[in-house]
């Protein structure tokens, strides 16, 4: 089925540096979202996009819907080891609530 | 806790056989979806209900079906499994089934994770 592209594919970092990861698609999206997903554990809605150009914060994490609506961004400032997890882009077009994922980005954290 | 459950947490059973997953929405939620997730992969969408009737498909085999009751849980039945049928099989709800007006993004349940040997 179709995905959309996530880069990178996995993050290893310190404790308290900044990351930032990226999803593509070859097609337009309205609605750019991103999860987070725990080992073991369902996806958790962290940010939500409507508009293109958009930048939404949700505490240390920021996220941007692209001007040409192909793409999206995630921003984690100052990682804790709590952020560690697979964490997936989705978007959705017009009409009903289908969402299409991203293949994710694996972020491990060394304290 | 996203408020929606599902049933079992863990089933391992073997080829040829036939199981039944269950999922119970958030409260007020309409709209259910199911989704596969393989190994190191990401989700695919199966396939949605809205008030008990079929709204979308997606990759969804023909050995599997689903239905969603007056009661608005769902099941997903999974028949004739297969070796490549082991995944995590995740349940999301939703009050519409249409973007617009407010926004109301899908909630996941914790999945069920399913072996088949």
């Known amino acids: 089925g179709q995905q959309l592209n996530q880069s990178p594919q996995s993050m290893f970092i310190q404790e308290g540096e900044d990351v930032s990861m990226n999803c593509t698609s070859s097609s337009i999206f309205n609605t750019w979202l991103w999860y987070k997903q725990d080992p073991g554990e369902g996806p958790v809605l962290l940010i939500a996009?409507?508009?293109?150009?958009e930048l939404t914060s949700n505490g240390r994490l920021t996220a941007q819907f692209g001007t040409t609506r192909k793409d999206s961004f995630l921003n984690i400032s100052a990682s804790i080891p709590s952020d560690v997890g697979i964490y997936f882009c989705?978007?959705?077009?017009?009409?009903?609530?289908?969402?299409?994922f991203g293949t994710g980005t694996r972020l491990l954290v060394s304290p | 806790d996203s408020g929606v459950t599902q049933t079992p947490k863990h089933l391992i059973t073997a080829t040829g056989q036939r199981v039944t997953l269950r999922c119970s929405p958030r409260s007020g939620d309409l709209s259910v979806y199911w989704y596969q997730q393989s190994l190191d992969q990401g989700l695919q969408f199966l396939i949605q209900?809205?008030?008990?009737?079929?709204?979308a498909k997606g990759n969804i085999l023909e050995r599997f079906s689903a239905q969603q009751f007056p009661d608005l849980h769902s099941e997903l039945n999974l028949s004739s499994l297969e070796l490549g049928d082991s995944a995590l099989y995740f349940c999301a709800s939703s009050v519409r089934p249409l973007a617009g007006g407010s926004y109301n993004e899908q909630f996941f349940g914790p999945g069920t994770r399913l072996t088949v040997l």
């Open positions: 209900y809205y008030n008990g009737e079929e709204r």
């Open positions: 996009l409507y508009k293109a150009g």
């Open positions: 989705a978007g959705r077009g017009t009409g009903f609530q289908k969402l299409v």
